[in-house]
Nanobody, 124 residues
Framework: QVQLVESGGGLVQAGDSLRLSCAAS????????MGWFRQAPGKEREFVAR????????VYVDSVKGRFTISRDNAKNTVDLQMNSLKPEETAVYYC?????????????????WGQGTQVTVSS
């Protein structure tokens, strides 16, 4: 089992920045690729970003490229999501997730463990 706890959400204005953090405990953190997803009211959960086990490879959804940065610290068992130039349409609950798979996946089914989520609200 891997336990994931997100933090850092809040209410910001359009154009502001926010940094989300996810703390992991349980099994060896470096054995898992990590991802961030988000879910807006009435919508499906969507992929945002993914980082490989060692942190050398990252993948982003096109809409956040150049504005969001995913990073991890395997010594501290944390994965962060730096979000810049936030937009109102990015208001959602943001989830971190752990994947034991090797192949890069952007679907929720590719992740084994999930946090409880943290709310991000971007006002216009």
């Amino acid at each position: 089992q891997v336990q994931l706890v997100e933090s850092g959400g809040g209410l910001v204005q359009a154009g502001d920045s926010l940094r989300l953090s996810c703390a992991a405990s349980g099994r060896t953190f470096s054995n898992y690729a990590m991802g961030w997803f988000r879910q807006a009211p009435g919508k499906e959960r969507e992929f945002v970003a993914r980082i490989s086990r060692g942190g050398t490879n990252t993948v982003y959804v096109d809409s956040v490229k150049g504005r969001f940065t995913i990073s991890r610290d395997n010594a501290k068992n944390t994965v962060d999501l730096q979000m810049n130039s936030l937009k109102p349409e990015e208001t959602a609950v943001y989830y971190c997730a752990a994947s034991s798979g090797i192949v890069v996946v952007t679907k929720t089914t590719g992740y084994n463990y999930w946090g409880q989520g943290t709310q991000v609200t971007v006002s216009s």
